[in-house]
């Protein structure tokens, strides 16, 4: 069973873009706090979650380009009702 994305078991949960959407504000808003530190310490990790970002802007990308492939093949997505897989 998963925790937060949609599944049998968890019809209420997030698609996956939705919350990778979530957890990339998340890290943006967090980044904004530390940009004005020129400490050596915070500018590292500034720029890791400046990398992160794009990262999750690619993961995004690919989630939302999933499921246009199964609402395009198979609909939307009801609940308990698996679109691929068992």
């Known amino acids: 069973m998963t925790h937060f994305l949609v599944t049998d078991d968890n019809p209420k949960g997030y698609r996956m873009e939705d919350i990778l959407k979530i957890i990339r504000k998340d890290i943006f808003l967090r980044t ?12 590292t990790v500034m720029d890791n979650n400046v990398k992160i970002l ?20 198979f609909g939307p997505s009801r609940s308990g009702e698996p679109r691929i897989g068992t």
């Not at 904004?32 to 500018?43: C, G, L, Y």
């Not at 794009?54 to 093949?73: D, Q, R």
């Open 54 to 73: 794009g990262l999750m802007s690619e993961a995004i990308y690919i989630a939302e380009s999933s499921t246009a492939i199964l609402e395009k093949s």
């Open 32 to 43: 904004t706090k530390i940009m004005e530190d020129e400490r050596p310490e915070a500018q």
